[in-house]
């Protein structure tokens, strides 16, 4: 019932810029909180980036912070993450997370695409 499907990863040269889709179904996207979280080898997953339900407000990792770009269309039931600038370290699994924060705290993950920053 509930989707979010993920496009865009791929493999790009440092210094390059990547542009991430999440397209929503089955809940009410706009009522939901929605970020971007990555989680490179050997590391934990990590917030990177996160989006109001209405957009108003969005929040970034210090490692992201003026090189990546979260924003969203609640007519189309989508968010996006443009990566700019981007860096070996970046290189990582992104996942798609819709989180409702005040009635059912409800939490939905997507399936992951590979971002891969080499040379």
């Known amino acids: 019932q509930v989707q979010l499907v993920e496009s865009g990863g791929g493999l790009v040269q440092p210094g390059g810029s990547l542009s991430l889709s999440c397209i929503a179904s089955?809940?009410?996207?706009?009522?939901?909180?929605m970020s971007w979280y990555r989680q490179a080898p050997g590391k934990e997953r990590e917030l990177v980036a996160a989006?109001?339900?209405?957009?108003?407000?969005?929040n970034y990792a210090d490692s992201v912070k003026g090189r990546f770009a979260i924003s969203r269309d609640n007519a189309k039931n989508t968010v996006y993450l443009q990566m700019n600038s981007l860096k070996p370290e970046d290189t990582a699994v992104y996942y798609c997370?819709?989180?409702?924060?005040?009635?059912?705290?409800?939490?939905?993950w997507g399936q992951g695409t590979q971002v891969t920053v080499s040379s």
């Open positions: 989006i109001s339900s209405a957009g108003s407000s969005k």
């Open positions: 997370k819709a989180s409702e924060e005040w009635v059912s705290r409800n939490n939905y």
């Open positions: 089955g809940f009410t996207f706009r009522h939901y909180t």
